[in-house]
């Protein structure tokens, strides 16, 4: 999902050259480039259904430590790819009515993207905007919260005690999975959080839209983290992600034919 919202930073550039550099086209296109382009609603879209997909990662994990018997039934690949479908027209249906909050208008010769109040009424806005907000980002954090506080407490009840050595390598392997995800979570909250709680402000007149656009930008960031903390958390991503720099193999691979040079001398 990130490399998919890296791409679509192509189609929503204000996050690389600002608004002021891109003129907004006249005509019946100018609406559609106002919410495609100018208000990112494809990074934002994006960004909203990696939440959930991180809230599902946290439910998955809990249901491989603390239900085991049940965690085959409940997740398949085929069901994996239908939860992410489901949560997907969620957000989209959700999404919607922001459409009719966005217009381009006429000024001064110059068209302009400008945000109205959702059905003329700035305390639908409101309203819709925290209902928006707590579907999205809010009730997904405090799900991911709860799964992975309680997982904790399980781990931490069940010691690996009684096992073979299998089971324990394998219990071991599970647990070190779930810290990684919940790295991964914890993270993405620390970017997401601020920025959603001053689009909210937002409409309420306690922030103004360039604040949005600060905290919407450090959301990118979590996409730069997260290789870092699936390298420093997982041995064999660590390997793949060495290899893939070019980093520790080929100085192995380049030592024994710079000894033979040093020799032939």
Avoid at 112 to 133: D, E, K, R
Avoid at 136 to 154: E, G, M, S, V
């Amino acid at each position: 999902m990130e490399f998919l919202t890296g791409i679509f930073i192509i189609v929503s550039p204000s996050f690389v050259i600002g608004n002021e550099t891109i003129p907004v086209p006249a005509g019946p296109t100018a609406r559609a480039f106002c919410i495609f382009m100018q208000y990112n609603f494809f990074v934002w879209f994006l960004a909203k259904i990696s939440v959930f997909i991180v809230m599902c990662m946290a439910v998955e994990r809990w249901y491989a430590l603390a239900r085991p018997l049940r965690y085959k039934i409940a997740f398949t690949p085929q069901k994996a790819f239908l939860y992410v479908a489901i949560l997907s027209s969620i957000v989209m249906i959700v999404t919607i009515p922001t459409f009719f909050q966005t217009i381009a208008k006429t000024k001064e010769d110059q068209t302009i993207c400008v945000v109205l109040p959702l059905m003329g009424s700035f305390l639908a806005s409101q309203v819709f905007t925290v209902f928006y907000c707590t579907i999205t980002a809010f009730l997904p954090f405090t799900i991911i919260i709860a799964t992975f506080i309680h997982l904790q407490l399980h781990i931490m009840a069940n010691k690996l005690l009684h096992q073979t050595l299998a089971q324990q390598n394998r219990r071991q392997k599970e647990i070190t999975l779930s810290r990684m995800s919940a790295a991964v979570a914890f993270v993405l909250m620390i970017f997401i959080f601020p920025s959603q709680i001053t689009y909210m402000l937002f409409f309420f007149n306690l922030t103004n839209w360039d604040m949005v656009n600060v905290f919407s930008t450090l959301n990118m960031f979590n996409s730069v983290f997260n290789p870092w903390i699936y390298c420093f958390t997982n041995k064999v991503y660590r390997k793949e992600f060495a290899k893939m720099c070019r980093f520790v193999y080929p100085m192995k691979n380049l030592a024994p034919t710079a000894m033979q040079a040093v020799n032939q001398e």
